[in-house]
């Protein structure tokens, strides 16, 4: 517990892609996924209306573009504002927000 190697006060701004700004659009981004839920239950039959699908079709479709773009972004390394460098070879946690709201 004691090891002196161990971080224990890891600089988050340090570890984002975009420094400070990136920090604090991944913190924006993660606090604004509570408004996925909330825009399903007041629009979501108009939303998937417009592409003919009912609401809960349109959610595993938008489910099943979220995993084939992560997929694409993990098989090409590639990591945008506000991600952390090893998620260039993970699923990121925007990733896994958008699942589980969907």
């Known amino acids: 517990m004691n090891d002196p190697e161990i ?6 701004i ?5 420094g400070a700004g990136g920090h604090i ?3 924006l981004l ?22 003919s699908l009912e609401p809960q079709q349109f959610v595993i479709a938008v489910g099943l573009i979220f995993i084939i773009v992560e997929a694409i972004r993990i098989r090409f ?8 460098e090893y998620e260039a070879t993970q699923i990121s946690a925007l990733a896994w927000g958008a699942f589980a709201v969907c």
């Open 30 to 51: 993660h606090i604004s996924m509570f408004l996925i839920p909330v825009m399903y239950h007041l629009y979501g039959e108009t939303i998937a209306a417009y592409v």
């Open 14 to 18: 340090e570890h984002s892609v975009g």
């Open 77 to 84: 390394g590639i990591i945008i504002v506000g991600q952390r």
């Open 7 to 12: 971080a224990v006060d890891v600089d988050h």
């Open 25 to 27: 659009f991944r913190r």
